[in-house]
């Protein structure tokens, strides 16, 4: 069972940046890929990016294009996003979320962290 942990939300001012984390721990080996997604109050679950593990592959949502970086240190076993320029609309609940390598569906989830952009 792979777990996630997410870390790094918190309170920003419009045009700031923060730098989320997700630690994987259990079996690792399970994981080929991480994404992130974003869930703001009273939308749909929204994705962002994703990193493979082992070439470090990266795909992302045009909304987030040029905005936010997400990478992954494997010897720590951390994926991370790197946003800036945030303004109100990214405030959300973000997630990190694993998929092994025979499916295209993010499967196993963290718990969440909050990011809040104030205007």
């Known amino acids: 069972q792979v777990e996630l942990v997410e870390s790094g939300g918190g309170l920003v001012q419009t045009g700031g940046s923060l730098r989320l984390s997700c630690e994987v721990s259990?079996?690792?080996?399970?994981?080929?890929?991480i994404a992130w997604f974003r869930q703001a109050p009273g939308k749909e679950r929204e994705f962002l990016a994703s990193?493979?593990?082992?070439?470090?592959?990266?795909d992302y949502a045009e909304s987030v294009k040029g905005r936010f970086t997400i990478s992954r240190d494997n010897a720590k076993h951390t994926a991370y996003l790197q946003m800036s320029g945030l303004y109100f609309d990214d405030t959300a609940v973000y997630y990190c979320?694993?998929?092994?390598?025979?499916?295209?569906?993010?499967?196993?989830w963290g718990q969440g962290t909050r990011v809040t952009v104030s205007s």
């Open positions: 979320a694993s998929r092994t390598r025979d499916t295209s569906s993010f499967t196993t």
């Open positions: 259990g079996r690792r080996l399970g994981s080929y890929a």
């Open positions: 990193i493979t593990w082992g070439f470090g592959k990266t």
